[in-house]
């Protein structure tokens, strides 16, 4: 019987170094669109608010970014040909300048010989309307800030009730009942508050560089003013 089981041994643990080991389960890998996919029907308004204040952005940048473009011989040439009396000259050089600045000297030129009362209520006039074309659809940055995180928490609120529906149904917590729950939660939240953050920079971002013209508009307004009211002019 010894015998038996000395002979034995070696086929054994031959047989246990070549059995198989225990199997494991590949890791699932998750791209950034299977994980946002995963984060349920709430993520179809979030990213259509991403892709709308994308384009809001960028478009107003570029507006802006055109609008300031400073000539600064602009008002050394009007006020040369002011001063020269050749009014003409003067209103095509505004004309030609395609700005902000040039609409606003170029109606000041038009009411020449009024009351400078009258010519600075003009430039004024004109000054705002082209403010709120710059300023065009700028607020919509502002209301997508506060709706995606709202959109996110919506999305928490989900994913809890899908974690406690899952509960109610199979009995049991397990990580694979409440799985499904948190990826909605998580990923929503996320989402709304990084598309929430990033509106709100971008808000802030073009409120200045529009307050910066504005502020060189009104400059170059006070020295058209003064132009008009020197003595002699």
């Known amino acids: 019987m010894f015998l038996l089981q000395v002979t034995d041994t070696p086929a054994t643990l031959d047989s246990m170094l070549t059995a198989p080991g225990p199997s494991t389960a590949p890791i699932e890998d998750l791209s950034l669109l299977d994980l946002l996919i995963k984060g349920g029907w709430v993520m179809i308004p979030i990213a259509i608010l991403a892709f709308l204040g994308l ?32 009014l003409e000259a003067a209103l095509a050089l505004c004309r030609n300048s395609n700005g902000p600045l ?41 209301i997508i800030a506060g709706i995606a995180p709202m959109l996110g928490f919506v999305g928490t609120i989900i994913g809890v009730i899908t974690i406690f529906h899952e509960v109610s149904i199979k009995g049991v917590i397990e990580i694979g009942t409440v799985s499904g729950g948190l990826y909605t ?18 808000y802030h971002i073009l409120n200045m560089m529009v307050d910066r013209l504005i502020l060189r508009m009104e400059t170059d307004a006070i020295e058209f003013i003064d132009l008009l009211d020197e003595p002699g002019s």
């Not at 602009?74 to 050749?86: P, T």
């Not at 040039?102 to 403010?131: C, F, H, S, W, Y």
């Not at 998580?186 to 920079?201: D, E, F, K, N, W």
Request: no cysteine; charged share 25%.
């Open 55 to 86: 384009v809001i952005f960028i478009e107003r940048y570029l507006t802006i970014k055109k609008a300031s473009r400073y000539d600064s011989n602009l008002m050394i040439q009007v006020k040369q040909n002011i001063m020269s009396g050749r």
């Open 102 to 142: 040039g609409a606003m000297l170029q109606k000041g030129l038009t009411r020449i010989g009024r009351p400078i009362k009258d010519i600075e209520g003009a430039i004024e006039n004109v000054g705002k309307l082209e403010v709120s074309k710059l300023e065009k659809n700028i607020n919509i940055l502002g």
């Open 185 to 202: 939660k998580m990923i929503t939240s996320a989402s709304g508050l990084i598309i929430g953050i990033i509106a709100y920079v971008g």
